[in-house]
């Protein structure tokens, strides 16, 4: 990446334009840095790739999830969303609230994990709900809290999300 400026310095005509540019002597400019042509100053910057380490994910693990997601809503016809985060002082209501922001919320599950707090909760609105009762969404969960337990976030989810598209059945024809 690079930046520019024009500093001043020594002054130098430039080429017969009666226009002078300022311009700032090799010994003043930083590593990596030149003068261009039209006065400005150029400098190479070091690339640093962010650091992944506070992610829970690798981009092959989101794109993993991100496939389950994909699959379980197309079989299903429900739509069904994971978040992963804290869910704050009371996780139920913060659950609610997340549920409710969701498009088609009536047909959409929510999987929520909260690692630090210990939560786990799946929410289904009411079109979901008549097709996933409350017993499936229970074994759902125990079997993610048992990968969870094993430090396997990634296939808790997986299996958590297999289990409540099993559960729910696959997309109801319309006539």
Known sequence: MAAGEVTPGSTTDHGGTGTAVARPESDELPDGAVVTASGRISQAEEFEEPSRA?????????????????????????????????????????????????????????IAVSPGQRVVEVLSGGEARVRLPDRGAKLAVMSMVASFKEGDLLGGLLSGLRMLADQAGGRPRTR
Do not use: I, M, N, W
């Not at 981009?59 to 079989?75: F, G, I, K, M, N």
């Open 54 to 110: 506070d992610e829970p994910f690798t981009p092959v693990q989101l794109a993993r999830l991100d496939e389950a997601l994909t699959l379980a809503s197309r079989e299903t016809g429900l739509r069904f969303s994971v978040y992963l985060g804290d869910l704050g002082p009371e996780p139920q209501a913060r659950v609610a609230q997340l549920h409710d922001e969701l498009e088609g919320s009536d047909e959409a599950v929510l």
